[in-house]
């Protein structure tokens, strides 16, 4: 059973940069898996924000592109997120997730319980 | 990118009714890469269908999925206590993958 738990800072400010880990067990992040990272807030309901592959590949959301660093640890089987310039509307519970994308089918399979984080001063 | 609409918004029925949820693509997408996932409060969404009509390992066959193109739904039936909930549909054929903005099911 794959278990992805997310952490990082619950408060970031305007203008500033938000990181988040999310670990990985039960699995190898060296998988055939994309990982992605999605977020959910009040406004928006669920937004993708990018996907990474272990070789470091990624693909994100062009309407978060310029502002998302998507990361991989092997070593640490972890993954990693940076969004930089951040404002309110940034505000939302993020999750990261596994994509199933290696047979006919893709879907997410695995979620993280989610963090969230608030952009205030 | 593909915009998913689903209805209705909200969904206000009883327990042992049946629930029918849409979701409708802006363009045709393959059933291979539509899914629904059900969120309770304060969880992360949870995959109940994949590829349209599969279900997930675990979910019991009163939820049931179909269509095709532009056209998806999702069936519910038998509507148990734990089944008032959110639902969304999620497309994976075309980057960016979108999700619908959700449909909630209520307890009339």
């Known amino acids: 059973q794959v278990h992805l738990q997310e952490s990082g800072p619950g408060l970031v400010k305007p203008s500033g940069t938000l990181s988040l880990t999310c670990a990985v067990s039960g699995g190898s992040i060296s998988s055939t898996n994309w990982w992605s990272w999605v977020r959910q807030s009040p406004g928006k309901g669920l937004e993708w924000i990018g996907e990474i592959y272990h070789s470091g590949s990624t693909s994100y959301n062009p309407s978060l592109k310029s502002r998302v660093t998507l990361s991989v640890d092997k070593s640490k089987n972890q993954l990693s997120l940076k969004l930089s310039s951040v404002t309110a509307a940034d505000t939302a519970v993020y999750y990261c997730a596994r994509d199933e994308s290696s047979g006919y089918y893709s879907y997410f399979d695995y979620w993280g319980q989610g963090i969230l984080v608030t952009v205030s001063s | 990118e593909i915009v998913l609409t689903q209805s209705p918004g909200t969904l206000s029925l009883s327990p042992g009714q049946s629930a029918t949820l849409s979701c409708r693509a802006s363009q045709s997408i393959s059933s291979s890469y539509l899914a629904w996932y059900q969120q309770n409060p304060g969880q992360a969404p949870r995959l109940l269908i994949y590829?349209?009509?599969r279900r997930a390992t675990g979910i019991p066959d009163r939820f049931s999925g179909s269509g095709s193109g532009t056209d998806f739904t999702l069936t519910i039936s038998r509507l148990e206590p734990e089944d008032f909930v959110v639902y969304y549909c999620?497309?994976?054929?075309?980057?960016?993958?979108?999700f619908g903005q959700g449909t909630k099911v209520e307890i009339k």
């Open positions: 999620q497309q994976y054929h075309t980057s960016p993958w979108t």
């Open positions: 590829g349209a009509f």
